[in-house]
């Protein structure tokens, strides 16, 4: 369910991926399942107040980086991520889920905002340059449309988990 819900997210911004970071408050982390090429699903985990999503878990308030994202000063941990999976981040958006009683639920991170038109996917033999279509960034629209999609994610969250 959770998968169909990024899925979701991506469309509407047109974003390459998407990933729901859910709040393990007795950890202070987020975790999340990654699909891996081969099928399966890695749990990945990181502290609260760590990269940009624990910020936003940390702050409730979104995170905006235009392209591209390696100008920003906070993106050490996005490149060191890159260089072990040979994916380029170039901009993201990280927003938070609350639930209707304005408790921290999770964090939707989109990455790398997709210029509309006919172009391939994403080649990692070509990391690190940056392919022509991930030379956008998230727009204010986007982020608004977020904060509804996340406003209905954080009414039905708490029934799945």
């Known amino acids: 369910i959770i998968q169909k819900v990024m899925q979701g997210a991506k469309s509407l911004t047109n974003a390459d991926r998407s990933t729901l970071w859910l709040v393990d408050y007795q950890n202070n982390e ?6 891996q090429a081969d099928g399966s699903w890695i749990e990945t985990r990181v502290p609260m107040g760590e990269g940009f999503a624990g910020k ?3 702050t409730a308030q979104p995170v905006n980086i235009p392209f591209d994202l390696y100008e920003h000063p906070d993106s050490e941990i996005a490149k060191q991520t890159d260089e072990k999976t040979h994916y380029r981040t170039c901009s ?7 639930s209707s009683d304005g408790d921290l639920l999770a964090v939707t991170q989109l990455v790398n905002k997709r210029k509309f038109g006919d172009f391939g996917e994403y080649d990692p ?3 690190p340059v940056v392919p022509d279509h991930f030379k956008a960034s ?12 996340n406003n209905q994610v954080g009414v039905v ?4 988990l």
Request: glycine share 2%.
């Open 157 to 160: 969250l708490p029934s799945i």
């Open 56 to 58: 936003v878990a940390q």
């Open 138 to 149: 998230f727009n204010e629209k986007d982020q608004k449309d977020m904060e509804i999609f």
């Open 125 to 127: 033999g070509d990391w």
């Open 30 to 35: 987020l975790w999340t399942k990654i699909p």
């Open 92 to 98: 993201l958006l990280c927003m938070p889920v609350l």
